[in-house]
């Protein structure tokens, strides 16, 4: 079955980085587009940033622009969202998606920016 673990939030003080990872298994990975999102409660889940299957493609919200890089390594099933210069307005949970016909989701793991 599909899974998605997510990995490497935690605890950091504003303009500081962590770069989140998102183990897949049981599809075909490198053959599908890879999405970060977030979700702070009480809001909806916002798409932070997308990768095409081979990398050479990115988007990104206009909130992370030009500090957030997602990327991928495809030999690893793996895919990573780095994230500079971090605002207490980045704290939200943040999880891995695959869209096959249905959204697939992990855990998430929770990211905190704050002094």
């Known amino acids: 079955q599909v899974q998605l673990v997510e990995s490497g939030g935690g605890l950091v003080q504003p303009g500081g980085s962590l770069r989140l990872s998102c183990a897949a298994s049981?599809?075909?990975?490198?053959?599908?587009?890879m999405r970060w999102y977030r979700q702070v409660p009480g809001k909806e889940r916002e798409l932070v940033a997308r990768i095409s299957p081979t990398g050479s493609t990115t988007n990104y919200a206009d909130s992370v622009k030009g500090r957030f890089t997602i990327s991928r390594d495809n030999a690893k099933n793996t895919v990573y969202l780095q994230m500079n210069s971090l605002t207490p307005e980045d704290t939200a949970v943040y999880y891995c998606n695959v869209y096959m016909g249905q959204d697939y989701w992990g855990q998430g793991t929770e990211v905190t920016v704050s002094s």
């Open positions: 049981g599809f075909t990975f490198y053959i599908n587009s």
